[in-house]
């Protein structure tokens, strides 16, 4: 080794020393200097996510959990004739949104899909205090083709 790769890897070991050390001081010395910050990489990772779920109040009372990628699938399949590569998840499903317009506007897609009855949505979204109610039982009302709040 000639003494440009011991000058590459002292720099690489004075940083490496540097990047360890820094969360180190900071999370096990309770140290609190701005040099040696924690790790704050994922800090903020996942916030604003929507958690949904749809359900099927049917207009003789009877409610049924609705597989929204399945119901889609269906009517996209309908009008389209080809099969989109999906994966269906039972019960529960994700939006990356801080808003809820697109959970109104995915229970509207499913009240064409359906199209009597109404949709409630029991929605969340992920917050730094942890998982808070968005839409609590909002109900979608479905009478053929309206589709009414």
Known sequence: MNWRHWIRLTVFLIFAAFMTAGPLYSQLLGGNRVMFRSWTMFAGF??????????????????????????????????????????????????????????VLQARRLCEVVGSGS????????????????????????????VTE
């Open 119 to 146: 949709i409630r949505i029991d929605s969340r979204i992920a917050t730094r205090r942890g998982w808070v109610p968005a839409l609590k039982g909002k109900v979608i009302q479905c009478d053929g083709q309206s």
């Open 46 to 103: 996942g916030l604003g996510t929507i958690n949904a779920r749809f359900t099927h109040v049917r207009e003789d009372g009877t409610e049924v959990v609705l597989n929204r990628y399945e119901l889609l699938r269906k009517a996209y399949k309908r009008e389209h004739r080809r099969r989109p590569k999906w994966k269906s998840e039972p019960g529960a499903f994700w939006f990356m949104h801080a808003g809820t317009d697109r959970e």
